[in-house]
């Protein structure tokens, strides 16, 4: 299929998809007014405003959903995020079509306990931030609009929310997660219209053979009736990938309570799906009674998987290595209020790199996400977020025992979906006076049966809670060799070890923290502090910048350069492992975390591939070295602007590519051409040792894959001239940077005699004055007010919003000198 007619058909599938779950649905992104913090009861919310009077509210803001709570204070420096309520307010225009009809509020997520009301009456409360959930406004709305006080709205109805994320030890996530718990309408708000019958859930179940001799099809659904309805005419029509029709069904059924079948197919030979090829079955659903009809469009795929007893992965009888990253939904500028096309792009680079496999951590994604995942060909394990901290009281378990059940309810047609994990990192203690493994342990267990109970079809997991890992089908052990302990070079034989614990083994979490835009010549002269034999598990503290034993994680550099070493080690050995089903990076993207103030960028996990604004790291064309299947080639150090040395000596340069050969120029001169061998660490042998001259020098790259050649070049500086310690910072603006509404300014620390100090770490802070705004707590490297130097260098934007004025901008740290700037526009 070319590759114009993919977009279409996964933009068509997206669109299908949203269509499916009702009647009539559309999205609600405004009118929305929001209010941080509380009210002092919902009149607050609706009472008439009276210029000038006491009784007004004057602090809601108009805002555009998906919106969060905490979209900049959750990496703000000076500040721990809000937990707390927040209020919404819109009103609706309603007209629902039917006649007797339902009219809905659909929430896709809503951060952490929601309650919603239609004027003053409250009629749903959710308490859970990730998975979806429906508010039944009919019979409030016909209230209001038979009271005197419709004529006020002039006949749109005003509907509120309050959503709270408040600490609650009674409630997952935990606070002691390694993420923020965000609060607010951060998922899309549905406005529904269904006929008095129509499909509250419809579950498919695909199977079939290894070989795909054949398959079956379930077909099984659960009816909003309110009215009791008995029954009527049901029709089902299934669509082969090429939406040729290949089964129709027409039959009276009777409508019961719960979740019912309604029908079992039989197909020969389905087509199956595969991360290559992701083909995807449509099945219709027509409803026909008295009240009118009910529709509902949805997608599945066929394909068999299995884990061999301490072996590898087999997806339609053949072997594959599952090569996987992790994800938040977290994102620069908006945190959890990831818009559809911020999903998309995201989960295209994904696919981009060469994966082929995703853990949604540490709670149920964004519906997008997985919609996403069937149509690209990305296999999935998704979890609840019993996360840390112990287990608490029946509440707690209540919360986790639905969050569970609507987990896999609400994405069981997934054909990407292969594991529900049920927990992760249950041993890690904190929440609770008391911590007893042998409750968490009989937890787990009743979380088991419920999860196979709901579906057969798929394996139970977790991660890193060894008192637990023959309750599961698949245990993921704490592998962190080179990070948080031991050392890089030790990750096979752990492996190995961990592989024969258990019968099924998957590796979750690995991979390092790196700092974008910080590289080093020797990222790992620190390595012989490091002790090995001791085991390359995670423990207790060792995600602290102090104390501890020597490691990786707090006595290296962060670098980008350190980082790509670890991968490219790991990668080169994950391919001599037949027994291995697979692994998966922690993490994708930079996310942020109150636990981890004290990082280069504040608050955050700097461990992703990409960074949180989706600009990539070097390491993400290591992956692609070794997991894209079309031609590839890469410099490593594009974003190394200046490398270091003395005159005439011979630096290494890497190049990374999937391609037979390559073949490498530095100005302009030949340094020949290598093959590629994947076990030749590092960079699969394609490295060279050349002199570069001071100052610029331009490196080209050609790769030969048989016939087809495909070229990658840089620019790099480089500095012979030795530094001492950092004294000033000198503070400019880049004038190569071109935007009509921003600026780039740029700060450098240099030594007594004003040479730039390449390793040079310390933590800066920019101020301003003046007109503009500086672009801040986005997460990154370039937009944090506080931030760590990378080889001596940091920048950030100024935001002049296309107006004419002047600013200042400064940088300051301890013991250096500050520098300012200032620019006019």
Known sequence: MKRTGFWWMLWGILLCSQL??????????????????????????????????????????????????????????????????????????INNPYAQGRTLLHFEGAGQKTTVYVYTTKVASHTGGYDEWTADITEAVNRFLQSPEAKRFKGKIPVSVRCDNTRDLEMIPSDMSDFNVYGGLYRYVNLVYAPALSFETLQ?????????????????????????????????????????????????????????????????????????????????????????????????????????????????????????????????????????????????????????????????QSRTVLELCDSLGILVWEEIPWCRGGLGGEVYKQQARRMLTNMISQHRNHPAVILWGLGNENDWPGDFPEFDKQQIRAFMSELNVLAHQLDSTRKTTIRRCDFCKDIVDVYSPSIWAGWYRGRYTEYKQESLKEIEKVPHFFHAEWGADS?????????????????????????????????GNARASKDGDWSESYAVNLVDWHLKEQETMPQLTGTAYWVFKDFSTPLRPENPVPYVNQKGIVARDLTPKEIYYVFQSYWLKTPMVHIYGHNWPIRWGKEGEA???????????????????????????????PAAGLRWNVPLQAGNNQVKVVARNGKQTITDEITWQYQTDTWSKPVRLMVEEDKTFSNSNTRKICVKAVDEKGVLCLDAANEITFSQAGDGVLLID????????????????????????????????????????????????
């Not at 054949?214 to 009736?225: E, I, K, M, Y």
């Not at 835009?517 to 060792?542: H, L, M, N, S």
């Not at 990378?790 to 300051?812: D, E, F, W």
Request: charged share 20%; net charge neutral.
């Open 20 to 93: 499916s779950r009702a009647q009539q649905s559309a999205r609600i992104t405004q009118p929305w007014e929001y209010l941080k913090g509380d009210l002092g009861g919902i009149w607050e919310a609706v009472r008439p405003a009276t210029e000038g009077s006491p009784e007004s509210v004057p602090l809601w803001q108009k805002v555009t959903l998906p919106h969060c709570f905490n979209a900049t204070d959750a990496v703000s420096p000076e500040e721990n995020y809000y937990e707390g309520p927040g209020w919404y307010r819109t009103l609706l225009d």
């Open 515 to 547: 700092h974008q835009g910080r590289f080093a010549e020797d990222p790992e002269k620190f390595i012989r502090q490091v002790a090995t034999g001791k085991g390359t598990d995670e423990r207790t503290g060792d995600f602290a910048l102090t104390g």
């Open 651 to 681: 630096k290494e340069i890497r190049v990374y590519s999937n391609c037979q050969e390559a073949e490498l120029f530095v100005n302009g001169k030949s340094a020949g051409v290598k093959k590629r061998n994947s076990q030749d660490f």
């Open 204 to 364: 498919l179940q695909a199977q079939t053979d290894p070989a795909g001799n054949s398959g079956t099809l379930t077909v099984s659904a659960a009816f909003r009736n309110p009215g009791h309805l008995s029954g009527g005419t049901l029709e089902l029509r299934v669509l082969d990938p090429q939406n040729k029709v290949v089964k129709e069904i027409r039959q009276e059924i009777s409508i019961q309570q719960g979740l019912q079948q309604l029908a079992g197919i039989s197909l020969k030979k389905p087509v199956l799906w595969s991360p290559d090829q992701p083909q995807l079955y449509t099945i219709h659903a027509t409803l026909t009674t008295a009240a009118g009809t009910a529709q509902w469009t949805g997608h599945t795929g066929f394909r068999h998987f299995e884990f061999v007893t301490h072996g590898p992965f087999l997806l339609n009888g053949k072997r594959l290595l599952l090569q996987g990253t992790h994800r938040h939904e977290d994102h620069a500028g908006v945190a959890a209020a990831m818009t559809e096309d911020m999903i998309r792009q995201e989960m295209l680079l994904i696919k981009k790199m060469g994966a082929n496999f995703i853990r949604l951590g540490h709670y149920q």
């Open 778 to 825: 986005q997460g990154t490297a370039s937009g944090s007010r506080k931030v760590q130097l990378a080889n001596g260098q940091a920048c950030i934007y100024l935001q002049t919003g296309g107006h004419k004025g002047t600013a200042v901008v400064a940088a300051s740290g301890k013991e250096l000198q500050t520098g300012l700037t200032t620019i006019t526009f």
